[in-house]
């Protein structure tokens, strides 16, 4: 037999009317059970719980409501009754999240970053990390290009010890500052990246350069350190630790206390990969070894003469022997300040 479904609907006003709400929702269930698909009928029901006061029912049926409205995708229905729903009790987490995936559906992006931030903050609160991290995560994918859902979610997993994953986020946020121009804050977030990947030297080249241009030569000398550290041969580290140096207005100091601290001994390789003109010219001339003392000339009538540095012979005087004649054994010599001679006599 079928229902007769107007006469269910007055007898339901009447008991309403009357404020006997028990009866009121008897006859109103009688309605969608006999048609499921009444949404209308099942709001209605939600409607009378809550003028009851009975909040937990109340929430129960409006959350079937909200499914219905989803699934036939009447969005903007659905989130009008999620709404009603965090009005009775804010704290129904679920709801909220259902709420922010409505707002994506309708493209209300916004809308959906506010409410995923709540639900985020209620994870945290409640100490459930994951679903935390998992509903920043959904915001930044949301909202690519927003910089602080990304540097916000970037620190969460910072804070969760997800050090590669953090890092990832904070170069994205890193990348689109530098494309928008905004540097204080590129070098804000690129200090952070930074932190999590101190093995990343190509950054800190980066990082010293941009500081070097804005004349700010501790910062780039303490990022220089990381580069030297690596690698102490490196060409571009030593260029920019040079030009660190001539900002700071440090003069080189000596071979013997470079080896203090990493950034002395640069400058000692700066200035090593840079030979001075007077350097090359000396390194240039080739030292000539001392020529070898010849042998004297032992025959007779020859008088020899010795100085500092060579032996030379010159003929012997008018009254020298002539050759062939053996010489006397006995010798005369003389010395003077700067040679000594031997003559030899007959």
Not at 11 to 16: I, S, T
Request: net charge positive; with cysteine; charged share 30%.
């Amino acid at each position: 037999m079928a229902l007769n479904r107007a006469k269910v609907i007055e007898v339901a006003q009447k008991h309403l009317a009357k404020g006997n709400f028990e009866r009121a929702i008897a006859e109103n269930r009688k309605l969608v059970e006999d048609d499921p698909r009444d949404v209308r009928t099942l709001l209605k029901i939600g409607d009378i719980y809550t003028r009851q006061g009975s909040r937990p029912e109340a929430v129960r049926t409006y959350e079937q409501v909200a499914e219905h409205y989803a699934s036939q995708g009447f969005f903007l229905k659905a989130v009008a009754v999620c709404k009603q729903i965090l009005k009775l009790e804010p704290g129904r987490i679920e709801v909220s999240l259902k709420l922010g995936q409505m707002y994506e559906e309708l493209q209300l992006v916004s809308d959906a970053l506010t409410t995923y931030e709540l639900v985020a903050q209620t994870f945290a609160r409640a100490g459930n990390m994951d679903r935390a991290l998992d509903t920043l995560g959904r915001m930044a994918a949301l909202d690519a290009e927003n910089i602080p859902v990304r540097i916000k979610y970037a620190e969460a997993l910072s804070k969760a010890g997800r050090t590669e994953d953090a890092a990832d986020e904070f170069a994205a946020g890193a990348a689109l500052l530098e494309q928008q121009g905004r540097i204080e804050d590129y070098l804000k977030v690129s200090e952070r990246l930074l932190y999590h990947r101190p093995a990343d030297l190509d950054l800190a080249r980066k990082l010293s350069s941009v500081y070097l241009e804005r004349n700010d030569a501790k910062r780039a000398l303490a990022k220089l350190q990381l580069a030297f550290k690596a690698n102490s041969k490196d060409v571009r580290t030593l260029e920019l630790l040079a030009q660190a140096f001539r900002l700071l207005g440090q003069t080189p100091k000596t071979s013997a206390s470079t080896a203090r601290s990493p950034a002395s001994t640069a400058r000692a390789s700066v200035r090593r990969s840079v030979p001075s003109t007077s350097s090359a010219s000396s390194s240039s001339i080739r030292r000539t070894p001392r020529r070898a003392r010849p042998w004297p000339d032992m025959r007779p009538g020859r008088r020899r003469v010795r100085s500092r540095s060579t032996w030379r012979c010159r003929p012997e005087p008018s009254w020298a022997p002539r050759p062939g004649v053996r010489p006397s054994p006995n010798r005369r010599c003389s010395k003077t300040t700067s040679s000594f001679s031997t003559t030899t006599t007959t």
